[in-house]
């Protein structure tokens, strides 16, 4: 007689996905208490940010969009890569090709946050951070570069660099 298992599983098997959305959003607003400049909180772990800002993986398509626009992300203004369809590419920082292999989810993710961690006096802004910065333009204050999708989708796609 299957008739009362075969009418219970289904159901069952559809609540499944709700669940463990429900779950995952749980476990994320409880992994990130927003601070009081309104960012995300995040925890330094030997010189890297082991967890997703937002929770969830980023996409990268949109992060290489980011990386390899003059506007927005600026990262090409300095670095060089893999994105043959620039024409001027600059060296003023290491080129990003395989830098995926070279550094992990975790350092990429803190270097985009916040590059002042590694290296006080550099020149690459942090992409997270609004406090301790000068010569921030006025329409900028009190906004990060990029927001925490953002900068999961960047870390995303800088993951893809492998050589
Ligand atoms: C104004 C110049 C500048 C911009 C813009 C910039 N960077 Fe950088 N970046 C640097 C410099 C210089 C370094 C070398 C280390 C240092 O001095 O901090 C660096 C280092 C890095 C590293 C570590 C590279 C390594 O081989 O150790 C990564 C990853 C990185 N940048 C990613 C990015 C991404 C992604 C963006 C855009 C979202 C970006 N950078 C924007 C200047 C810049």
Known sequence: MPTACSTRSPARRSAEPIAAAALAVLTAAAAMPARADGLIAYRIVDAA????????????????????NRQIGLCVLCHSGPFPELRFHSDLAPDLTGIGSRMSEGQLRLRVVDASHANPSTIMPSYYRI????????????????DAGQIEDVVAYLKTLRE
Request: net charge positive.
């Open 131 to 146: 406090d301790g910065l000068t010569r921030v333009t006025p329409a900028l204050r009190g906004k990060p570069l990029l």
């Open 49 to 68: 940010i082991p967890v997703s800002l937002t929770g969830q993986p980023g996409d990268a398509t949109r992060g290489r969009a980011i990386v390899a």
